[in-house]
């Protein structure tokens, strides 16, 4: 199960809106890219996905694979910078595992 913290649940809401996406049910999915990295995909849920809501909408959607290979992981937000919140992954603390 991958963990997602309240700030990062927060900006895949943003993210969302921004990309016009306005149904409920339609969340932004955890996918490998071409390149190795991760990337997020709009899309509707499967029955064995790992569904994360916020404010009565779907926003992150993590499939078996993904959910396998990103198993001791957290989604957070880090500010950078130039002052733009962008979306991390950390190792998930002890602590953190509990509150999940």
Known sequence: MVAVSERAKQKLLEQKQAANIDEAEIGLRVAAAPT???????????????VVEHKGTTVLLVDPVAQ?????????????????????????????????
């Open 36 to 50: 190795g990295q991760w990337m997020l995909v709009a899309d509707h849920a499967r029955d064995d996905d790992q």
């Open 68 to 100: 396998s290979a990103l198993d001791g992981v957290q989604v957070d937000c880090v500010e950078t910078a130039e002052g733009e919140v962008e979306l991390i992954l950390t190792a998930e603390t002890e602590e953190e595992e509990e509150e999940t």
